[in-house]
């Protein structure tokens, strides 16, 4: 076994703190990750504060690590020691399923084992998944992503969830440059997704209720930004939409978005909130409009959109912070005081732990 150190939390919303654990040791296929840098989710929030209702504990959170391989198995053949590595929201899948052989392992029919608060299953024996905000990772080496070349390290790890999750729904709605769309909030995952559309050529309307963020919106590649908290924005901008993306992680009022697509356009939603959202039917019907989802992205889509952001030199917009601040940090997150990512300078910062 392999001993690690992180920050964890014991109970819901009881502050992280220093936590001692073990890695499984390297199976055939495994790599071992020192973890360098790790980004903070909102959802790591969500499921520290047990606001899904589904954590266990103890609970290591972090699902955008970045880090280098120190170890390989002997039968691993896409890595090799030094290479610069990440990790994503997902360990493992069953691999057999439809949308497994398709690429598409985030919606695994058995579910994808999450990079935390999950059990894994190795050699017949379960242990629960723990993640980022800790030292070093065991992980198969056909669920880590190479980081490319020009990607800066720290400011790539938000890529692998903040990063993906708008990549993914805009090359499936074929984001280009006919296409008009709107991305609410300029969070996390909102701001890589407006520099990720600006690359892809499509027409980008930032709607966020902070109208201090037009000018960086506009500096990340937005072309037009609005306040949703002046009433007109609903008025002036009525069918003038091809595709919304929700980033929000709190309720909005549907109807009042979805009268903003023109006919056959989608709004996709990505953010989690923890309560139920609702919808009229004529608010659908009467433009021929959809309500999509979408999480995440697979294993060879999230290589590729790391290859895009390294093509285009497109990375996160982050504030570092040593893992001492993340309690500090997530009442800032959850307040939207951040610019605009979050990520755990875990190598550094946790060397004095020792
Ligand atoms: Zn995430
Ligand atoms: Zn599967």
Not at 35 to 42: D, E, F, K, L, V
Not at 82 to 102: A, H, I, L, T, W
Not at 197 to 202: F, R, T, V
């Amino acid at each position: 076994m392999i001993d690690t150190i992180g920050y964890a939390a014991m109970q819901p919303s009881k502050p992280l703190i220093p936590y001692s654990f073990k890695r499984r040791s390297l199976l055939k296929n495994d790599v071992l990750i020192d973890i360098q840098y790790c980004g903070i989710c909102h959802s790591d929030v969500h499921q520290v504060r047990n606001e899904w209702g589904s954590s266990t504990f103890p609970l290591v959170p972090g699902h955008e690590i970045v880090g280098i391989v120190v170890q390989t198995g002997d039968n691993v053949t896409k890595f090799k020691v030094g290479d610069r590595v990440g990790v994503g929201n997902f360990v493992n899948s069953c691999r057999e399923c439809k949308p497994c052989m398709k690429g598409l392992e985030q919606y695994c029919v058995k579910g994808a084992i999450w990079t935390y608060n999950a059990i894994e299953w190795e050699n017949g024996k379960s242990s629960p998944t723990q993640g980022g905000y800790s030292n070093k990772i065991v992980v198969n080496e056909k669920y880590v992503l190479a980081v490319p070349g020009n990607l800066p390290l720290a400011a790539s790890a938000p890529l692998l969830c903040a990063g993906i999750t708008l990549y993914s729904p805009l090359m499936h709605w074929n984001a280009g440059p006919e296409m008009k769309l709107a991305i609410i909030g300029l969070g996390g995952i909102g701001h890589i997704g407006v520099k990720i559309a600006h690359a892809l050529g499509a027409d980008v309307t930032v709607l966020s209720h902070s109208s201090n963020k037009q000018d960086e919106a506009i500096r990340m590649g937005a072309d037009n930004f609005h306040s949703i908290s002046d009433p007109n924005t609903f008025k002036k901008l009525r069918g003038n939409f091809d595709l919304i993306i929700n980033t929000a992680s709190i309720e909005i009022d549907l109807n009042k978005y979805l009268k903003m697509l023109n006919l056959d356009g989608t709004m996709v939603i990505v953010g989690l909130p923890q309560n139920k959202m609702q919808f009229n039917a004529y608010s659908i019907t009467n433009a021929r409009r959809s309500i999509a989802g979408s999480v995440i992205g697979g294993i060879e889509e999230t290589q590729e959109m790391l290859s895009f952001c390294n093509d285009r030199n497109i990375s996160c917009d982050i504030e570092l912070v040593p893992i001492q601040q993340v309690n500090v940090a997530y009442d800032r997150i959850v307040s939207s005081d951040v610019r605009y990512r979050f990520v755990i300078d875990v190598l550094n910062s946790l060397e004095h732990e020792n």
